[in-house]
């Protein structure tokens, strides 16, 4: 019998949306603000902007931090975009060379969409699974569930 791969077509985009009974203002001020964002975030330990350039690109560090280890990448926020209607986006894009981390590299966004009872959050995302191929096997049926809830349960604010 063959081997199979995980192509990234039989990969689903990790999705979040939720209620925040807050404002977009509030919501966007923790989420985009470097210092705040670990403290509500279970995916990041730390965010540490490296160079801010043009149209608000925005390159940063990151880092997650297990007992005796600590897994760090680099991403760059691309911007953000407010429309007349009160929504707003941010985009990024994120990557690691670390070998026990499972992502590899990806990209995603954030939605924020001011409602009467506060803000609904969305975020896509989507990567390539890290770990090689252990990775690659455990990323649809444990690491993005694993993830998904991560990012669930972090949007409480």
Same mark, same amino acid.
């Given at each position: ?9 039989? $990969? ?5 949306e ?6 977009l203002?509030?919501?966007w001020? %923790?989420?985009? =603000?470097?210092?705040?964002?670990? &403290?509500?975030?279970? &995916?990041?330990?730390s965010?540490?902007?490296? @160079? ?7 390159h940063?560090?990151?880092?997650? =931090? ?8 680099i991403?760059v926020s %691309? ?10 986006? @941010? ?6 060379? =670390?070998?026990?981390s499972?992502? $590899?590299?990806? @990209? ?11 803000? $609904? ?12 191929h +252990?990775? $690659?096997?455990?990323?649809?049926? %444990?690491?993005?569930?694993? %993830?998904?809830?991560? +990012? ?6």
């Open positions: 019998m063959g081997k199979k791969k995980v192509a990234a077509a039989d $990969r689903k985009q990790i999705y979040v939720t209620q925040i009974g807050a404002s203002e509030e919501v001020d %923790l989420s985009q =603000n470097p210092e705040q964002h670990p &403290r509500w975030d279970l &995916r990041f330990s965010i540490v902007p490296v @160079s801010t350039g043009d149209q608000e690109v925005t940063f560090r990151y880092g997650f =931090n297990l007992p005796f280890y600590a897994i760090t990448g991403g %691309l911007g953000h975009r407010f429309r007349a209607d009160g929504q707003a986006t @941010s985009v990024l894009k994120f990557s690691t060379a =670390n070998p026990l499972p992502i $590899r590299k990806g @990209s995603g966004y954030w939605r924020y969409v001011p409602t009467d009872g506060g803000t $609904r959050f969305i975020t896509g995302y989507d990567y390539d699974p890290g770990m090689g +252990i990775g $690659r096997i455990l990323d649809s049926h %444990l690491i993005r569930p694993i %993830l998904g809830w991560a +990012i669930a349960c972090s949007v409480v604010l």
